[in-house]
């Protein structure tokens, strides 16, 4: 590092893993990511230990002295959140901006919000539900976090659930939307409402908390239901860069509750062939990226027949997410699969409007619809 960081340079180490590398004024940004780039590569060699190779990453956030800051207390706080930025984005070199600073106290802004509609009980949810394709009957719903913020209206689950996994509440968060799941299900039950199942999503950040199988086991307890009338959902990004063993055993010991196990977005990540055998998964829910405009595009139909024939051909349970049009229902119809969620049938709803729409789909004649589209 010394050498790549060049002779006028002073390095400091601030903690563990932690430089800060000063270099003297009158380099261009041109030279300073060039400097930059040279110092990654130098992290990236690798070491050789007794156990064997070993690489490590870097990130870097650079901050120019007299234009980013006015003192050290600045220069060190902006150059914090450069870092922070290139670490969400890799490995990489990040110059520090003002729009950094806003996005900081944005961020910082909607964790506090969020973490009080937490604790509130703010947080609600909103089920879609999927439909067998041959009878139009219901095969289960999923329940997904809805967030009304007072003043700021809906705030989507793609943005307050990474701040979530950002700043750890996303346990307590899991924790409330399993307990409103399972407090819904319940109640249909009572009404005699045959909802199958219902799913819940589940961050790979709870997975990891040692007491989440006693949560999920007391949550079941607590509204009187069996393993079945629960799924849970993990996202197939979970596994890439965790140890395998410590997932497995946490499956099996959830699978073992008798809870259903769904491999969520299946191909819209680093799909491993390898999961499907050795994870205890009950369902594949194929990502919508293979859906849309399916029923135009015959090299995708091609890739879904190839995905939901191999599925088949392992014994999942397949659900298709989000198809949204006649065409593409009619298309997956043929294809053939167990379930399909998406906009088509329905938008997700209040769980008091979920019997309604149940019954009106039903109700529809799909073989006849398909057979003349
Ligand atoms: P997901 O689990 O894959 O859920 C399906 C998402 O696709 C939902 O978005 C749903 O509204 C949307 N969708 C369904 N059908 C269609 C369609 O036909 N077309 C289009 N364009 N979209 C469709 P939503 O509710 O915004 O949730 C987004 C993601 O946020 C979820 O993806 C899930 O990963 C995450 N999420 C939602 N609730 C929770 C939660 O309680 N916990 C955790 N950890 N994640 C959650
Ligand atoms: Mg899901
Ligand atoms: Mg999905």
């Known amino acids: 590092i010394e050498k790549a960081a060049g002779n006028g340079a002073r390095i400091a180490r601030l903690a563990a893993d932690h430089f800060t590398i000063l270099i003297g004024d009158g380099s261009t940004t041109d030279q300073i990511s060039a400097l930059a780039e040279r ?5 990236h060699q690798p070491f050789q230990l007794s156990v064997g ?11 120019l002295l007299q234009h980013d800051a006015k003192d050290v207390d600045e220069a060190h706080r902006n150059a914090g959140l450069a870092v922070r930025k290139a670490k969400r984005k890799g490995d990489r070199a990040v110059f520090f901006s003002s729009e950094l600073h806003d996005e900081f106290q944005n961020h910082i802004r909607m964790e506090r919000m969020l973490r009080l509609a937490i604790a509130d009980r703010e947080i609600e949810i909103h089920f879609q539900p999927q439909f067998d394709p041959s009878n139009n009957k219901l095969a289960g719903v999923e329940a997904l976090a809805r967030w009304t913020h007072p003043a700021e209206g809906p705030i989507p689950p793609s943005l307050f659930i990474p701040i979530a996994e950002a700043g750890g509440q996303i346990v307590d968060l899991g924790t409330l939307v399993l307990d409103l799941a399972c407090e819904q299900a319940a109640k249909w039950r009572a009404a005699k409402f045959d909802f199958k199942h219902i799913s819940v999503n589940v961050s790979p950040i709870q997975l990891w908390q040692p007491n989440f199988v ?12 069996s393993g079945q009338e629960v799924c849970i959902e993990i996202t197939e990004g979970v596994f890439v860069d965790q140890s395998e063993k410590r997932i497995e055993t946490v499956l099996a010991a959830i699978r073992k509750l008798g809870v259903l196990l769904s491999l969520d977005d299946f191909g819209s990540g680093y799909s ?3 999961y499907l055998n050795r994870l205890p998964f009950d369902q594949l829910k194929v990502d919508r990226s293979f859906v849309s405009d399916i029923d135009t595009d015959l090299r995708r139909q091609k ?3 190839g995905i939901l024939e191999l599925g088949r051909g392992l014994g999942f349970n397949i659900v298709v997410e989000g198809a949204e049009t006649s065409e593409e229902v009619a298309v997956i119809r043929d294809i053939g699969c167990d379930a399909i969620q998406g906009f088509f049938f329905s938008r997700p709803a209040p769980a008091l409007l979920i019997p309604e729409v149940v019954k009106k789909i039903s109700r529809s004649h799909p073989a006849a619809e398909a057979r003349s589209a």
């Open 53 to 63: 190779e070993v690489r490590v990453s870097g990130s870097i956030g650079i901050v």
């Open 39 to 43: 110092l990654l590569t130098a992290v």
């Open 303 to 305: 890739v879904l027949r």
């Open 272 to 274: 491993s062939l390898g």
């Open 214 to 225: 006693a949560v999920v086991e007391e949550t079941l307890k607590r509204h009187d239901l």
